[in-house]
């Protein structure tokens, strides 16, 4: 079978020779001539430096993107993982405020406990109102299984702010002093002469209550501390109300009235002290 191939013009063998001779050619040139040697080696020079140095460039700019990835990345783990530590320290923070808050409640009813020595209470936590902007009325999270009952006195404040008028197994509705409807008989603590605290929301709104049925011979002044008296149906005598912040002669001649300042803000109350001991047996069920 006949071969198709063309020969190659130059055999493999002979090209191969052609090279080495040209190599020994310019060794032995060189040998001789050391002009030609340094121009031969200027020209590999010229040729070698630039690529050198192109490549040096290039894994210079290579080395230093890989570099800045890896400190990218880094630095996104680390914005991660501080993060993740300043909203734990943020949860611990508002947890360590609400602790503080409900200190600042428990330390605010011990006082009002050691104010009233002579009866016996419970704290409570309001967990509802009415839907108006001040505590006509609130529920408490104490109920009967919690030994509430009805006509038990509330305090807040550091003063009397209602009275428990309905009673579930775990909750409790209070009526406060301010609401239209209630009627608190009290009395001067300085010289025990008796008036009437009256609710009244308009004069609330002024962050007042009435004072009512004073004698006009009745020695009630400005400033007087006005707390239940022992006449009283439903309070026990001696809870703080308020003091006297003017008073004036009716329009009858017959008695006096005038407003009281109460100490406690129906504004923002939440916890509450439960006076436990109630004025009179027939209140128990």
């Not at 010229?46 to 140095?53: D, E, G, I, R, T």
């Not at 505590?135 to 999270?141: C, K, Q, W």
């Not at 309070?235 to 407003?259: F, H, M």
């Not at 109460?262 to 509450?272: E, G, I, R």
């Amino acid at each position: 079978m006949p071969d198709n191939r063309k020969d190659s013009p130059i055999r493999p063998h002979t090209g191969l020779l052609i090279l080495v001779g040209v190599c020994l050619f310019l060794l032995l040139l060189s040998s001789f001539s050391s002009s030609f040697s340094n121009a031969l080696r200027s020209g590999i020079d010229s040729v070698l430096m630039p690529m050198q140095k192109g490549m040096n460039t290039a894994g210079r700019y290579i080395f230093d993107r890989i570099e800045d990835r890896q400190a990218l990345s880094q630095a996104q783990e680390l914005n991660k993982m501080l993060s993740n530590e300043l909203e734990l320290l943020r949860e611990e923070n508002a947890r360590l405020k609400l602790q503080e808050i409900e200190l600042a409640q428990l330390r605010d009813l011990l006082d009002m406990a050691e104010q009233y020595p002579d009866y016996e209470t419970v704290g409570a936590h309001i967990i509802g109102k009415n839907s108006s902007n001040w505590y006509r009325s609130f529920l408490i999270d104490k109920g009967s299984r919690d030994g509430i009952r009805v006509n038990m006195n509330v305090c807040a404040g550091g003063g009397l702010v209602g009275i428990v008028t309905s009673v579930s197994n775990t909750y409790a509705t209070v009526s406060t002093i301010i609401n239209d409807a209630q009627y608190v008989s009290a009395m001067s603590a300085r010289t025990g002469a008796n008036c009437i605290v009256a609710g009244d929301l308009s004069l609330y709104a002024e962050g007042s209550l009435a004072l009512q049925n004073i004698a006009m011979d009745a020695d009630i002044g400005i400033g007087d501390m006005i707390v239940t008296s022992n006449i009283s149906e439903l309070y026990v005598p001696g809870l703080l109300i308020g003091y006297v912040g003017e008073i004036k002669t009716d329009a009858n001649q017959l008695q006096r009235s005038g407003i009281i300042r109460p100490v406690a803000d129906f504004d923002s109350l939440d916890s509450v002290l439960i006076i436990t001991t109630l004025k009179t047996s027939e209140a128990l069920p």
